[in-house]
């Protein structure tokens, strides 16, 4: 009797895996899938049943590894899609090639949904990517981009059809890029006309068999986008170098690995997760759309953005982002970089002015470019040298010729003297909307109103009340400047700005410590970038620097300087050799010296017209041998190199492929007692020099004796 009352008890706690089976015997899980079964709460075990059923209502076969793909099919629409009150149909299987229709038939009836996103392999290398309005594609990677049908868009920049592909870099020090389907404007046609235009379209692009595929599961609201696997020679250079392959790509344990997984691999990106990629606030949008109007509307000239606020908030993000809006819209933008550290298209420690005309779908160190001008400061901090710093942002900003929109960049020091020259700035570069930044885990900073900037004292510049009482009326910047002729009668004057906050909480766990890390190898990739400049294009092989010729450069042509340090006459050469050098233009002329070489007792304010390696000096012949992806048309003007603290990448010197033997310039063998061994001269920096002291059998340093 106790047994006949347990069992109708055992009935209902029966396995969900045994009932799920025995209601269809074809489905069918490997021996994983059923472990991780088991380890689900009864809740959890009901829906995944419910899953598997409707799964195979909608025809997926799980026995072929896409269990992935039908759930997210048999699941309701993702969040960022418009909420509907009508339920969605099941997707029909994907129809085989034997029984795909024809080219030019047409259906009167909208077919089913596929799974999102759908892929398909168009060749070696290729994918195609159908995605309906509004979804998101966020993934990480390089691929490149081409718009066959409607617009996609990345990073604020539009991509639409008939425009000219774009690579696309979304990286894993930095938060990942997403494919995003706008809505395009559709002309009142049927249909059948709207099959047939992109029909056309696609066949330039795609074979018979891929086009069929595509009008059988077309739709007027999706956007067809080519992916393709990017050969850049940036990406191969930085890849090469051990550790640093883990920037593009990171392999992770993941049991997601199905189909869609090796073809996205093929074209060389990866699916992430929604919540890896950015995040924008509504402040952020609201300041992107108030400001491209005002540039679009060019109602009082042309508007000068400054951007400013705290380390990691988002400055560089959204500069990014304006700068893409922006040329949807004109065809150029002009970008100040006074952030010493953290430069956009430049290596560190320079403060340029370029003017930007193709979108920015990437970190800095893939998007390396040359400036319209250029000053080398030579350090990632203006501290202790802040007049100097003033100088260099006058030089530079004085050959700006307001003929297009300015976006300002500037440090994340806004403290204490930091937030004084801030002030100085706004004073110096008179900006009609200044964007601050803020985050909760930032620290207090007073709003830059027109009114607070108006009663602040800078570092150089006073209030405007005590400029009153001394009987001046215009900043005392204002005099100094270089403008055009036209611009001389009218001289520029701090006439207030419009002040517009924005707030972001990025999500990340950074120390003090940690960011400085961090900002240390942003600095090395951009110096990396830089440097693959000088290998072929792509796909041609890479070659080690040390097998690339070098320029040789006479003594008695070019002068020296040292930036940073105060270095004697007979070591200088010690400084230069094997050190990142500035190529620079001054006006004296420093010709007519046999020996050399010819030293500068002062760092003058020059044009920098690129940047180099010393790779060695030959004492005997008196020559410099100097490595740089410069041409030559425009080394024939350079006649200053100037050394600063910006050191070459550790990586540059220890992993060269093809080298036999003893490396040069590293050693085990440092002696710390000389003079000047403990500064920041080449590759040392002060903290790391300190740990490389408590491991001696570690250190690996370039000799300078």
């Given at each position: 009797m106790a047994d006949t009352l347990q069992l109708p008890k055992r009935g209902p706690f029966r396995s969900t895996w045994a009932r799920s089976r025995k209601a269809r015997p074809q489905l069918t899980l490997s021996r994983r899938p059923r472990r991780r079964l088991r380890l689900l709460r009864w809740c959890g075990r009901r829906r995944q049943r419910r899953r598997l059923l409707e799964a195979q209502a909608a025809g997926a076969d799980w026995r072929e590894g896409s269990w992935l793909a039908s759930r997210s099919a048999a699941a309701p629409g993702p969040k960022t899609a418009v909420p509907s009150r009508v339920p969605r149909p099941l997707p029909s299987p994907t129809p085989s090639r034997a029984s795909s229709p024809t080219e030019d038939e047409d259906e009167d009836e909208d077919p089913a949904p596929l799974p999102i996103p759908p892929l398909r392999p168009a060749g070696p290398g290729r994918r195609l990517l159908l995605l309906p309005r509004?979804?998101?594609?966020?993934?990480?990677?390089?691929?490149?981009?081409t718009c066959l049908y409607g617009q996609v868009q990345v990073l604020g920049f539009t991509i639409s059809q008939g425009q000219p592909s774009q690579d696309v870099f979304s990286t894993y020090t930095h938060s990942r890029l997403a494919l995003s389907a706008v809505h395009h404007s559709m002309p009142e046609k049927s249909k059948k006309e709207m099959k047939r235009e992109a029909r056309t379209l696609l066949r330039a692009h795609l074979?018979?068999?891929?086009?069929?595929?595509?009008?059988?599961?077309?739709s007027p609201l999706c956007s067809i986008v080519m992916l393709e696997n990017l050969k850049h020679t940036t990406?191969?250079?930085?890849?090469?170098?051990?550790?640093?392959?883990?920037?593009?790509?990171?392999?992770?344990?993941?049991f997601q690995i199905n189909a869609e997984y090796f073809a996205l691999r093929s074209v060389g990106i990866k699916k992430e997760k929604k919540k890896n990629g950015l995040q924008l606030s509504e402040s952020f949008l609201s300041a992107l759309e108030e400001l491209v109007s005002v540039a679009c509307e060019e109602v009082d000239g042309c508007p000068i953005i400054l951007v400013c606020g705290f380390q990691d908030v988002g400055k560089s993000t959204f500069n990014r982002y304006l700068i893409n809006q922006l040329l949807n819209s004109i065809s150029c933008?002009?970008?100040?970089?006074?952030?010493?550290?953290?430069?956009?298209?430049?290596?560190?420690?320079?403060?340029?002015?370029?003017?930007?005309?193709?979108?920015v779908l990437g970190p800095p160190f893939t998007h390396q470019r040359t400036p319209q001008k250029m000053v080398y400061f030579g350090k990632s901090t203006c501290k202790n040298n802040y007049e100097n710093y003033i100088e260099i942002i006058k030089y530079v900003f004085s050959s700006y010729k307001r003929e297009s929109p300015l976006i300002i960049n500037t440090m994340g020091w806004v403290t204490d003297q930091g937030l004084l020259l801030l002030v100085d700035l706004i004073r110096l570069l008179s900006p009609s909307h200044v964007v601050q930044f803020s985050s909760s885990r930032s620290k207090f900073m007073p709003q830059l109103t027109p009114t607070y900037v108006d009663d602040m004292d800078g570092l150089y510049t006073k209030s405007k009340a005590k400029v009153r009482d001394r009987g001046f009326y215009l900043p005392e910047f204002a005099d100094s400047l270089e403008f055009g002729d036209e611009e001389k009668e009218s001289p520029v004057a701090f006439s207030g700005h419009k002040l517009m906050c924005v707030q972001l909480d990025f999500f990340f766990r950074k120390t003090p410590r940690s960011r400085e890390l961090h900002n240390k190898v942003l600095r090395d990739l951009a110096l990396l970038g830089y440097l693959g400049q000088l290998q072929a294009p792509a796909p041609r092989p890479l070659r080690p620097l040390h097998s690339l010729t070098p320029y040789q450069v006479p003594f008695h042509a070019v002068?020296?300087?040292?930036?940073?340090?105060?270095?004697?006459?007979t070591h200088i050469l010690y400084a230069v050799n094997a050190s990142w050098v500035g190529l620079c233009k001054i006006l004296d002329d420093v010709g007519g010296y046999t020996e050399g070489p010819v030293l500068l007792t002062q760092t003058p304010i020059c044009d920098c017209l690129g940047f180099g390696i010393?790779?060695?000096?030959?004492?005997?012949?008196?020559?410099?041998?100097?490595?740089?992806?410069?041409?030559p048309e425009e080394l024939r003007n350079v006649n200053c190199l100037l050394v600063g603290a910006i050191s070459i990448p550790h990586c540059v010197l220890k992993s060269q492929h093809g080298f036999e033997g003893t490396i040069p310039?590293?050693?085990?063998?440092?002696?710390?007692?000389?003079?000047?061994?403990?500064?920041?001269?080449?590759?040392?920096?002060?903290?790391?020099?300190?740990?490389?002291?408590q491991h001696p059998k570690a250190r690996f340093y370039r000799k300078a004796h």
């Open positions: 509004e979804q998101v594609f966020t993934f990480s990677g390089a691929c490149r981009v074979n018979r068999d891929d086009r069929c595929w595509l009008m059988k599961n077309f990406v191969n250079f930085i890849n090469s170098h051990p550790g640093l392959s883990y920037v593009f790509e990171q392999e992770r344990t993941t933008v002009d970008y100040l970089e006074c952030d010493l550290g953290q430069t956009e298209f430049t290596p560190p420690g320079c403060i340029s002015l370029l003017n930007i005309t193709e979108p002068a020296l300087r040292v930036i940073h340090s105060d270095v004697t006459p010393c790779r060695g000096i030959d004492m005997e012949k008196r020559l410099y041998h100097i490595l740089t992806p410069v041409p310039y590293v050693t085990t063998d440092y002696n710390v007692k000389l003079p000047g061994a403990t500064g920041k001269i080449g590759a040392r920096e002060a903290e790391e020099a300190y740990r490389k002291r």
